[in-house]
């Protein structure tokens, strides 16, 4: 799943559009609660350094909430590692796009459904 699959999936899906908020990053997507303004998601192109991987490329991710029990299991079973700049026991950075480890797009769904659920009252 890429950006624009995702994108497309969260509107059709919760009714929200992406929030820019950053001069410096323009393509860095908030996607929020509508009613509480809280993230749910944060769609962003991180350096493989800043993820802990190899190489140097930039990854496309959405960071996402996740139930802290699940967080060990998307993270030891590829195409999700520790959140970047968020909390890392309850958040993960998914990979997205054409990424070797990148999840199929109905566990992204999936993904982005728990992290809308946990997120309206943090």
Same mark, same amino acid.
């Given at each position: 799943?890429?950006?624009? +699959? /995702?994108?497309?999936?969260?509107? *059709?899906?919760?009714?929200? +559009?992406?929030d820019f908020p950053w001069i410096h990053h323009p393509d860095n997507a908030? /996607?929020?609660?509508? =009613?509480?303004r809280k993230w749910f998601a944060l769609v962003m192109d991180v350096p493989a350094e800043k993820l802990g991987l190899?190489? =140097?490329a930039v990854h496309e991710v959405v960071n996402l909430k996740? *139930?802290? =029990?699940?967080? =060990? *299991?998307? /993270?030891g079973g590829g195409g999700a590692v520790p959140a970047y700049h968020m909390h890392k026991g309850s958040w993960v950075s998914v990979l997205l796009g054409d990424a070797p480890d990148a999840l199929p797009a109905a566990e992204v769904?999936?993904?982005l459904r728990a992290s809308f659920a /946990?997120?309206?009252?943090?």
């Open positions: 799943m890429g950006r624009d +699959e /995702l994108l497309a999936f969260v509107a *059709d899906e919760f009714g929200v +559009e992406p908030v /996607l929020r609660h509508a =009613d509480s190899p190489g =140097d996740a *139930d802290p =029990d699940e967080v =060990d *299991d998307l /993270l769904q999936r993904l /946990l997120t309206p009252g943090w």
